[in-house]
């Protein structure tokens, strides 16, 4: 597995949630993939799925994204990274603060993401 791509993916996944691309998005995941968005909530199985999440979710907020330091590449096609997500929550301005664990396939398509975040990992902004 090419380390790169996976950080270039990841890097981009990030660029499109911060752009509301949610078909770019889409484009990433491999059509069997699985998330987990927050970690311990049910497994979403599929793009229809997926892409119902992504449109319920970050399709009815504005939302800005960026990374908050580097992708971390493992060997095996696994991959994790620390990012801010800055969105209304509860109709006040938030920042959700989260680290994405994503497994590709042999093309270099989204296979699982995990998403590790809790109430804690909300904050309050400034208006």
């Not at 399709?59 to 908050?68: D, K, N, P, V």
Request: net charge negative; aromatic share 6%.
């Amino acid at each position: 597995m090419d380390t790169q791509l996976i950080r270039r993916r990841m890097a981009r996944y990030v660029e499109m949630v911060d752009a509301g691309d949610i078909d770019g998005i889409l484009g990433l995941y491999a059509d069997d993939a699985v998330i987990e968005d927050p970690v311990g909530t049910p497994a979403l199985v599929g793009l229809q799925a997926i892409a119902r999440f992504y449109r319920e979710g970050l399709g009815r907020t504005e939302a800005s994204a960026q990374l908050t330091g580097p992708v971390r590449v493992a060997g095996n096609g696994c991959a994790a990274m620390p990012m801010r997500v800055d969105l209304m929550w509860n109709g006040e301005p938030c920042s959700l603060h989260v680290i994405d664990v994503m497994e590709f396939d042999d093309k270099g398509r989204i296979r699982s993401m995990k998403a590790y975040w809790g109430e804690l990992n909300v904050e309050r902004r400034p208006e």
